[in-house]
């Protein structure tokens, strides 16, 4: 059974940092690119960023270039989101995700197979 579980979200001030992880078991995760995605209230599910399964290459969403780093450690089949300098419109539940036929990093979310349950993250202004 595939299991991604992400932790480290919680409540931060403008400005703040928050580091999320995302545990994966039952999956080839090293062969696995992994995507971070959010998903605001009222709005649509939208691409953070993603890595490539040896985690040579990372991507991210324009207006998180910059602030957000996505790693990873294959030995302990766990991949990162380091948010520095946080927004208030950075508020949302944050996802982990896994595509195992592994490839190119996508932000498209159809292209994933798996998905965690999400962890809350609050910046307050």
């Known amino acids: 059974q595939v299991q991604l579980v992400e932790s480290g979200g919680g409540l931060v001030q403008a400005g703040g940092s928050l580091r999320l992880s995302c545990a994966a078991s039952?999956?080839?995760?090293?062969?696995?690119?992994m995507g971070w995605f959010r998903q605001a209230p009222g709005k649509e599910r939208e691409f953070v960023g993603g890595?490539?399964?040896?985690?040579?290459?990372?991507y991210y969403r324009d207006s998180q270039r910059g602030r957000f780093t996505i790693s990873r450690d294959n030995a302990k089949n766990t991949v990162y989101l380091q948010m520095n300098s946080l927004k208030p419109e950075d508020t949302a539940v944050y996802y982990c995700?896994?595509?195992?036929?592994?490839?190119?990093?996508?932000?498209?979310?159809?292209?994933?197979?798996?998905w965690g349950q999400g962890t809350q993250v609050t910046v307050s202004s």
């Open positions: 039952g999956l080839l995760f090293s062969t696995s690119v």
């Open positions: 995700a896994a595509k195992i036929t592994g490839g190119a990093i996508t932000g498209g979310a159809a292209r994933y197979d798996y």
């Open positions: 890595i490539s399964w040896t985690g040579g290459s990372t």
